[in-house]
C-alpha cells in the first residue's frame, strides 16, 4: 500500500473516532450556521485538526485544503505540487439530526490529479479506498462499479440543491424526467458516500450540482478506479472546479449524462 494512503487511512479513523463519541451525545452538540442551511459543529472541527495534525506530521511539505480551515501551503517549498483535500463530516446536517448516514473524505492530488482517496463511514464501520492505478477498494476487498445495463433499470444517487438556489428549477426537470426513466432515485445526504456507493456497485449512477472539491475528491478517483465514468455537465473532467459532478457505470453514464444536458441552460450546456 501506499504510504500516504496508510496515513490517510489512520488519519480518518481517527477522525471517525472523535464522531462516534460525539455521536452518543448529540444533546450537547454545539451547532453554528456558517450560511443559511451551512451547519458546522465543534465535531468538524475536532475531527478536521485531528487529521491534519497525523497528516502534517507525516508529510509537512504537503499543501491542504479543507473544508473547515481553508487553504494551508506546506512547510517549506518543497513538494508543493501535492495537497491534501479533506472533508472531516460529509454529510453535518445528518450527524446533528443523528441520522446514521455521514463520512470522513481525505483525497491526496498531486498537480490537481487525486491519486489517494480514502472515505470512512464511521456507522458501518466500512472503509473505502483507492489509489490511482491500483483499482478501489471497500475493507480491503475489490470493488468494481455494477454491471448494471439500462438507465430504466438503474439506481441513482443525487443531492438536492439546498443552498444555491439558481439552478432549482433545472435540478427538478431533471429529477422528474429522471424519476420517469430509471427505477429510482436516492438522496442520502453525504457525497463522498454517494460516491463511493456508485463504485462499489450499490448505485448505477450519481448526479448533483454545486458540490466542493472535498465532496467529490476521493469519491471520483474510487469510481474511476472501480471502473466507472465520472465528468462535469458538459462530459469533461473540470468537476472539481465546476461543483457539478455526473457519474456512472460505462453503461449507465452516458444516457444519464444526456438526459442532464437536454435540460440544462444554455450557459451550462456543452
Ligand atoms: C454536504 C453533503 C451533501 C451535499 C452537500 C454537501 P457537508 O456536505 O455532501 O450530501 O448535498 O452539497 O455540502 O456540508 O455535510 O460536509
Ligand atoms: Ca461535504
Ligand atoms: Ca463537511
Not at 166 to 179: Q, S
Not at 188 to 205: E, K, M, N, T, W
Not at 233 to 240: K, M, V
Not at 255 to 270: A, H, M
Request: proline share 4%.
Amino acid at each position: 500500500m501506499h504510504p500516504a494512503l496508510n496515513i490517510a487511512i489512520k488519519a480518518a479513523r481517527r477522525a471517525g473516532q472523535i464522531i462516534n463519541r460525539a455521536s452518543n451525545d448529540l444533546d450537547l452538540l454545539k451547532v453554528t450556521a456558517k450560511q443559511p442551511n451551512d451547519f458546522v459543529t465543534e465535531v468538524d472541527k475536532a475531527a478536521e485538526a485531528a487529521i491534519i495534525e497525523m497528516l502534517q506530521e507525516a508529510y509537512p511539505h504537503y499543501g491542504i485544503l479543507a473544508e473547515e480551515s481553508g487553504e494551508t501551503a506546506g512547510a517549506g517549498s518543497r513538494d508543493t505540487e501535492y495537497q491534501w483535500i479533506i472533508d472531516p463530516l460529509d454529510g453535518t446536517t445528518n450527524f446533528i439530526h443523528g441520522m446514521p448516514q455521514y463520512a470522513v473524505s481525505i483525497a491526496l492530488a498531486r498537480a490537481g490529479v487525486v491519486e489517494q482517496a480514502v472515505i470512512f463511514d464511521p456507522n458501518r464501520n466500512e472503509l473505502f479506498t483507492a489509489s490511482k492505478g491500483g483499482g478501489a477498494f471497500l475493507n480491503e476487498r475489490r470493488i468494481r462499479v455494477s454491471r448494471r445495463l439500462k438507465l430504466q433499470d438503474s439506481l441513482i444517487g443525487t443531492g438536492f440543491p439546498y443552498r444555491a438556489f439558481d439552478l432549482v428549477d433545472t435540478y427538478l426537470a431533471i429529477f422528474k424526467e429522471l424519476t420517469q426513466k430509471t427505477a429510482g432515485q436516492r438522496r442520502p445526504g453525504a457525497a463522498s458516500l454517494d460516491l463511493a456507493y456508485v463504485a462499489c456497485g450499490r448505485y448505477d449512477g450519481f448526479w448533483e450540482f454545486g458540490l466542493a472539491p472535498w465532496d467529490m475528491a476521493a469519491g471520483a478517483l474510487l469510481i474511476s478506479e472501480a471502473g466507472g465514468l465520472v465528468s462535469d455537465l458538459r462530459g469533461e473532467a473540470s468537476y472539481l472546479t465546476s461543483g457539478n459532478i455526473v457519474a456512472g457505470t460505462p453503461k449507465v453514464f452516458a444516457p444519464l449524462l444526456n438526459i442532464i444536458q437536454e435540460k440544462l441552460p444554455d450557459s451550462l450546456r456543452g
